[in-house]
């Protein structure tokens, strides 16, 4: 089936700033729109997000964007044969002609990536996640259905909220139960209860970038002890029916050749050392861009360190990138990687990405990013997959529970298996 028609429109993100919807339309009449995220702490390494500068959004407009691929890229995509995804995804690659996406930006290739998969799907009138289940299984991507364990961001430092926190997110696993639903309600529970607490402490109850908590205070234990006392109060058990995740982004606080952490310098070693403390104290099941995001060597230490016993997860370390993702299986730096479809630019290679991870037995969340609209793609795609886990903020905000919505009712259709506990390691 060929393509009709395509147009782009500049829309807002869930912190107001652009992004990009792009409808395709197909000569049957078939008409789907991809959405684009936006990432507010983002590796040096992701796919360029091509923007305007300019006055317009304080230079991040993206109407000139959208204008030059409505004149250069648009045109060569007229009358394609959308039949297959992967052919469509090299086809925009091929156009695109650099390395990063440069040319017209990866945020207008994977808003086209995503409006063609969903295209496809309603063309051969399939639920997305099960065109996807397809395309994945095409790939060599071994999966079933299922649903992903939660991976809440409940409390928010570092560039995602204006407190003392260095660190990131502050997230828990609701994984001590047999069902996604009942998952979902722990997790609800807790953060509501976590509200409850923090007001009680005279602490806002304001929410951050992810819908998470965003209360005045200064150091890791004190928001990891407010947790622990808000699954306390919910009637849940620390350890056994909620642990932890945390993403320190330490790209972010990385200057000068050292981690600055609670206004002290850090070397990478020091830094492993503070976070093999925190696991000790706390039930912490997953950590995220531990170190920088050019600290191999620190990589391989955290790996020998704490990766027997904890999901380290690579963020702006591998920024969905397979080439990045090789180089750490190889050098055994990490054993997990986030998935965000914005950093690479095209679906195609999002797969292909989460199929060398799972290949070489590193675990895959697949993620929101902070700066969200309230597309669903990334529920559909988590289900599909069969990762396993999934990041997508607190249950809060509606461009974070549109995709909990999509995934309790993908679930409540499917009757979808949860592992729980099994999808963390040595749980």
Not at 310 to 318: A, C, M, R, S, W
Not at 338 to 350: A, D
Request: glycine letters at 8%.
């Amino acid at each position: 089936m060929k393509i009709k028609k395509i147009n782009s429109i500049e829309i807002l993100d869930s912190r107001g700033t652009p992004t990009i919807m792009t409808s395709i339309e197909l000569e049957d009449g078939t008409l789907e729109f991809g959405y684009v995220p936006s990432g507010a702490s983002t590796g040096s390494r992701e796919a360029i997000e091509k923007r305007d500068g300019g006055n317009t959004y304080n230079g991040k407009g993206l109407d000139l964007t959208i204008k030059n691929s409505a004149e250069n890229l648009f045109p060569s995509l007229i009358g394609f044969n959308l039949s297959d995804q992967l052919d469509f995804d090299s086809k925009l690659i091929e156009l695109d002609g650099s390395e990063n996406k440069e040319n017209f930006g990866a945020n207008i290739l994977l808003s086209l990536s995503l409006a063609a998969c969903k295209a496809l799907a309603s063309h051969h009138k399939k639920p997305l996640y099960r065109y996807l289940n397809e395309l994945a299984k095409s790939l060599g991507i071994h999966t079933t259905l299922k649903a992903p364990l939660p991976m809440m961001n409940i409390l928010n430092g570092g560039a995602h909220a204006n407190n003392g926190l260095d660190f990131q997110e502050f997230m828990i696993q609701p994984l001590g139960f047999s069902t996604f639903k009942e998952s979902i309600i722990c997790g609800v529970e807790v953060f509501q209860e976590l509200k409850n607490t923090l007001a009680k402490k005279g602490l806002s109850t304001a929410v951050g970038d992810e819908g998470g908590f965003a209360p005045n205070i200064n150091s890791s234990e004190e928001a990891l002890n407010l947790i622990c006392e808000a699954i306390t109060s919910s009637g849940y058990r620390v350890g056994d029916d909620v642990t932890f995740a945390l993403d320190c982004a330490s790209t972010e606080i990385f200057n000068n050749n050292a981690y600055e952490l609670n206004k002290r310098k850090l070397s990478s070693q020091d830094l492993i050392k503070f976070l093999k403390l925190l696991k000790d104290k706390f039930p912490i099941t997953s950590i995220e861009d531990a170190l920088d995001e050019n600290d191999w060597n620190g990589w391989i230490d955290l790996t020998e360190t704490l990766g027997s016993e904890t999901q380290l997860v690579g963020d702006d370390l591998f920024v969905t990138n397979k080439i990045f993702l090789k180089k750490g299986i190889e050098m055994k730096a990490g054993n997990a990687i986030l998935i965000k479809i914005n950093q690479i630019g095209t679906l195609s290679e999002t797969l292909e990405t989460i199929k060398l991870a799972l290949d070489n037995k590193f675990k895959c969340i697949i993620s929101h990013r902070s700066g969200e609209t309230e597309d669903s793609f990334i529920a559909d795609l988590a289900v599909a997959t069969g990762v396993g886990q999934i990041k997508t903020g607190a249950p809060s905000r509606s461009d974070r529970t549109s995709k909990y919505n999509r995934l309790l009712y993908i679930d409540a259709i499917e009757n979808l298996s949860f592992d729980g506990k099994k999808e963390i390691r040595h749980q």
